[in-house]
């Protein structure tokens, strides 16, 4: 918001159901709730994805954690609690639950 710019964040194929960022505002996350959902991470200094995680059931609600390490989601087609370290090279969750 310095210089009073907006950038268009693409990636998503259906809308965008949730948005969280981390506290110091340097990244946020994307979820979507459509047949090829997906939590997308960006950059907020660069304005570029930095990661996508696929297929996570739907996202009905979005947090990032306070050392913005992890990104937890509610999913809006199983009703699980998915956590994702999302700075790790795994795509499975670090922790999930069903609610």
Known sequence: FVNNTQTLLQGHT???TC???SGNK???ALGDNGPDNMISIWDTTSGTPIRNIFDVG???SL???NDARYVAMISSLNNEFIIWDWTSESDEPFVQKRA
């Open 14 to 16: 259906s809308n965008i």
């Open 19 to 21: 948005i969280a960022a």
């Open 26 to 28: 340097r990244w946020v």
């Open 58 to 60: 739907g996202v009905m």
């Open 63 to 65: 947090a990032i954690s």
